[in-house]
C-alpha cells in the first residue's frame, strides 16, 4: 500500500538521518518529524479492507478515480478496485446483490429503492459526488430552428440561459407533420429525467406522466422522453432516434467535438449548484462495517477537496481520460472540466461552476437534496400516491446519512486535511432557494406546498 510503502520510507530516513546527525537536538528534532508524519493519517480499525466500487463513464465519477490514483484510499487501509459498469440498472443491482461493496451513482437510485419505485432495498447515501455537470443537447437541425426564437446579445451570440419556450415551435412542427419529438436521459429516477422535465414544463411543454400501470412515463407527453446509457448519448443523436438529450459529461461536449449537436442549457442553469451523483452503499454494510464506511468517505472527502483545487483539474483530466475511467480524450473533458462550457461550436463561455467537486459543502448529503427528488417523483407519478409532509423526512432520514459523513470530516480536521470550518453548521436542510430556471421557491421543509406550486403534474392536499 502507499501510505505504509510512505512510512517506511520516513523510518528509513530517519535511521539515515539519525546515524548522520552527532547532536541530540537534531535527532530528537528529526525524530518529531517524522514521527508527525507517520501518525498524520489516523488509520481505523478496518473490518473489511479489498472493497470493489462500482461507476459510469462519467466526468463526475472523479472522486472515486482520484481518492485511488492519489492514494486517498490506501491511507485509509483500503484497498480498492474501481470498475466501470454498463449501465445504472446493472449499478443498482450489484449493489443490493452485493457485487459491488459502493458504487458512484444517480442520486434518485437510493432514493427510488427506499421509496417503492422500482426494485426496493435499503441503501444508504453518506457522501454527495458533486454537483452541476450536466447539460440539454439537441441536434444540429434542431438547433436551427430554436436559434430563431432565441434572443441574441451584443456580441451576436445566443442569450444564456436558453429557455424550452424557444423549442415550443419546434415541437409544434413535428406535431403538425405528424412526427413524435423525442429525447433521451440516462434513467427514470435520475436528475437528467427530472431536469429536462423541469425545463419543458417552465415552458409549458408537457413532458408526460407516469402511473402505477404505465412506467414509461410518457402519458400525456409533447415530447416523449426515454432511456439511452450516457456513452452512447451522441451515438443515437446522430442516428436520429432521438432529437435532443439531458446527460452528464463528457457526452454533451462529445456532440459539439463530433459536430452533431449543440447544448442548449445546462442544469447550473436550471437549478444553481444542484446535486448531482452520490455514493451508495447498502444499510447491511454500514453496519456490518461501519469503520470501512467512515474510512471509503474519509477518502472521497479528500478527492472532492484534491479536484477542486484549479491547479490540479489538468492533472484530473489526464487520469479521467485513461481508458479504466471515463476514457474521453483530454480535449473534450478539459471543455467542461478546466472552468469551461463549449454550447455552439466556437461559443465557449467561462462556467467556473460547471463541476463542483467540493465548494459550497457539495461532499455533504443534506436531506433537502434527496427531498427535491422525492417531491419529482410524486410531481410526475412515480410516487402514484399523495403522502404527508412528514413522510418525506422520514424517507430521506432513512437514506441520506450526514452522520457518517460527519465522523469522516472531524477525523479528517483532527488530521490537518480540511478545515474545521469546511463541517457546515446545519439540521440537514438547505435554505429555501428561488436559484431555478422559472424562479420557484424550493423549501425541503415544505414539500407539499411545492409540490402544488407548479402547473404542469400532480397536486397534494395536505394530509397527515
Known sequence: MKSLLTKSALVLSLAIALSACGSKEKKKAIAETVVAEVSKTKTLDIEKPQLTFGFIKLTDMAPLAIAKEKGFFEDEGLFVSVEAQSNWKNILDRVIDGQLDGSHMLAGQPIAAGAGFGRQADLVTPFSMDLNGNGITVSNDVWSKMKAHVPTGEDGKPVHPIKAEALKPVITEYKNSGKPFKMGMVFPVSTHNYEIRYWLAAAGIHPGMYTADNVQGQIDA?????????????ATLEA????????GEPWNQQAVFKGIGVPVV???????NNPEKVFVMTKKFVEDYPNTAI?????????????????????????????????????????????TFEFEKGDKRDMPDFNVFYKYNATYPFYSDGIWFLTQMRRWGQIPEAKPAAWYAETINNIYRPDIWTKAAKLLVEEGNIPAADIP???????????????????????????NSFKIGNKDKAIQ
Not at 481520460?321 to 480535449?331: D, F, K, L, N
Not at 435554505?431 to 421557491?441: E, H, K, L, Q, V
Request: glycine content about 8%.
Open 222 to 234: 409533447e415530447v416523449l422522453l426515454s432511456v439511452t446509457p450516457p456513452p452512447q448519448m451522441p
Open 240 to 247: 436520429g432516434t432521438i432529437h435532443g438529450y439531458c446527460v
Open 266 to 272: 445546462t442544469n447550473y442553469d436550471i437549478w444553481k
Open 295 to 339: 474510512a471509503v468517505t474519509k477518502a472521497l472527502i479528500r478527492a472532492g477537496k484534491w479536484l477542486d483545487e484549479p491547479s490540479n483539474r489538468s492533472e484530473a483530466v489526464k487520469i479521467l481520460s485513461m481508458s479504466q475511467y471515463v476514457g474521453a480524450p483530454e480535449e473534450v473533458l478539459a471543455n467542461s472540466m478546466t472552468g
Open 425 to 451: 453548521t446545519t439540521d440537514g436542510y438547505k435554505p429555501a432557494t428561488a436559484d431555478f430556471i422559472d424562479g420557484t421557491t424550493y423549501d425541503g421543509k415544505d414539500p407539499i406546498s411545492y409540490i
